[in-house]
């Protein structure tokens, strides 16, 4: 059974960039599409990018779209996500999900990460 765990998370200042993410135990990343969503205070989870197992295979929000980079790095069985020209909007919690599924469309969620923290302020 596949099991997550999102790490990179920090304080960055607005305009910074950071790179996050999700190491798989268990099933590998690149056995299935993978998601991340993020869920800022006070509202509700927003889908963030997905890849699937075609890594040409990429979807993003509008709100992240050419600011953020989804990738594997197969060697490490790992998930990332590459966050550019960070707002303050972007604070939030990030979480990987894996979604059963091969293509980047999907939005189904079989296992789950907690999360990190990363916050945009100055």
């Known amino acids: 059974e596949m099991q997550l765990s999102e790490s990179g998370g920090a304080l960055v200042q607005p305009g910074g960039s950071l790179k996050i993410s999700c190491v798989a135990s268990?099933?590998?990343?690149?056995?299935?599409?993978m998601s991340w969503v993020r869920q800022a205070p006070g509202k509700p989870l927003e889908w963030v990018s997905s890849?699937?197992?075609?890594?040409?295979?990429?979807r993003y929000a509008d709100s992240v779209k050419g600011r953020f980079t989804i990738s594997r790095d197969n060697g490490k069985d790992a998930l990332l996500l590459e966050l550019n020209s960070l707002r303050d909007d972007d604070t939030a919690v990030y979480s990987c999900?894996?979604?059963?599924?091969?293509?980047?469309?999907?939005?189904?969620?079989?296992?789950w990460g907690k999360g990190n923290v990363v916050i945009v302020s100055s």
């Open positions: 268990g099933d590998a990343v690149s056995d299935y599409a």
């Open positions: 890849i699937g197992t075609d890594d040409r295979d990429t």
């Open positions: 999900r894996s979604t059963g599924s091969q293509s980047a469309n999907s939005r189904h969620c079989t296992v």
